[in-house]
Nanobody, 116 residues
Framework: QVQLVESGGGLVQPGGSLRLSCAASGSIFSINAMGWYRQAPGKQRELVATITNGGSTNYADSVKGRFTISRENAKKQVYLQMNSLKPEDTAVYYC??????????WGQGTQVTVSS
């Protein structure tokens, strides 16, 4: 069984910063990639950023230059540093893990609210 536990969400004013963390545990034999997705009310879940086992990153256009994804392979943790936050960044953020022969796993989500 694989578990993903996110932390770091909360309420922040526009222009502020937050750092999300996700720790993976359980029966993980090989990691292909980790990442973050988000889902705003009434919208589909969308990719925010991903990072492969080799360190290659990919970002949604809407967050490029503001968000940075990083990971600690040994700890099976992934982070999302979010700067210059905007109200449109408000969403539930989900940690994503692709591992064990390209199986996909999800965390329970953490709420990020950007509001004055």
């Amino acid at each position: 069984q694989v578990q993903l536990v996110e932390s770091g969400g909360g309420l922040v004013q526009p222009g502020g910063s937050l750092r999300l963390s996700c720790a993976a545990s359980g029966s993980i034999f090989s990691i292909n990639a980790m990442g973050w997705y988000r889902q705003a009310p009434g919208k589909q879940r969308e990719l925010v950023a991903t990072i492969t086992n080799g360190g290659s990153t990919n970002y949604a256009d809407s967050v490029k230059g503001r968000f940075t994804i990083s990971r600690e392979n040994a700890k099976k943790q992934v982070y999302l540093q979010m700067n210059s936050l905007k109200p449109e960044d408000t969403a539930v953020y989900y940690c994503n893990l692709i591992a064990n022969s390209w199986r996909q796993y999800w965390g329970q989500g953490t709420q990020v609210t950007v509001s004055s």
